[in-house]
């Protein structure tokens, strides 16, 4: 069973590009969730996504930011007219479906470094 | 909101030695979770340990354990029997699950562990 799935390992943007990070949860994971992690930080909770429904987009950036996890296929993190400060590692984690006994864990990716020239 | 806080940026331990990460976090919740992060220069993110809140017993992991203060809001590890490559970033994160099922993980800045050969 792969883990976590996330491609690029490196992204190298000009200021203005758009970027786009890809996720492949693990195989029965539902749900998604992308961090983020500025260089000497922890890493920051963005959105949680399921099939086709975003939960929680409460740490997205309310511009220039967006996520999907379609039916079919990796969730994307989208981030358009990158500038400088969006240079950072990108994680993402599934899971299964959670009950409220939360017998399950989050596994993360290696995370995307995206770097804006 | 919940916060956590690691107040040791950087930390050295002698190999074969003992050390203590420490950790606190700030939360009006009752039931959550707390982990232990590993993120080596590979960036990868891994599950050291993790401790449920209802559960008075310290988590333990082979030479890896917590000593968990519920009143006191306070969850550090300790490394027995260091070896170099538990040298990595440690990030200590909270999670709460919420009855719609919409969670996160709050992580901390990351203590920085480097075991000295």
């Known amino acids: 069973n792969a883990g976590v799935m996330q491609n690029p390992r490196h992204l190298v943007r000009r200021r203005g590009q758009e970027a786009r990070l890809r996720c492949s949860p693990m195989?029965?994971?539902?749900?998604v969730y992308w961090y983020r992690q500025l260089p000497e930080e922890g890493l920051k909770f963005m959105v949680y996504?399921?099939?086709?429904?975003?939960?929680?987009e409460s740490g997205m950036p309310k511009e220039r930011f967006s996520a999907e996890f379609p039916k079919e296929g990796p969730s994307i993190l989208r981030i358009q007219q990158v500038v400088r400060g969006d240079s950072a590692a990108y994680f993402c984690?599934?899971?299964?479906?959670?009950?409220?006994?939360?017998?399950?864990?989050?596994?993360f990716g290696q995370g995307t470094r995206l770097t804006v020239v | 909101a919940q916060t956590v806080t690691q107040s040791q940026p950087e930390m050295s331990v002698q190999e074969a030695e003992t050390v203590t990460l420490s950790c606190t976090y700030d939360?009006?919740?009752?039931?959550?979770?707390l982990f232990w992060y590993k993120q080596p220069p590979s960036r990868q993110m891994i599950l050291v340990i993790r401790?449920?809140?209802?559960?008075?017993q310290n988590a333990t992991e082979n030479r890896f354990s917590v000593n968990f203060q519920k009143a006191a809001k306070s969850f550090s590890l300790k490394i027995s029997d260091s070896q170099l490559g538990d040298t990595a970033m440690y990030f200590c994160?909270?999670?709460?699950?919420?009855?719609?099922?919409?969670?996160?993980?709050?992580f901390g800045t990351g203590t920085r562990l480097k075991v000295l050969a």
């Open positions: 984690a599934s899971s299964p479906v959670q009950d409220l006994n939360w017998n399950t864990e989050a596994f």
């Open positions: 195989k029965g994971h539902s749900h």
């Open positions: 996504l399921q099939k086709e429904n975003i939960i929680d």
């Open positions: 939360t009006s919740e009752n039931n959550y979770y």
């Open positions: 401790q449920e809140a209802y559960k008075q």
């Open positions: 994160a909270f999670m709460k699950l919420s009855t719609s099922g919409t969670y996160k993980y709050i």
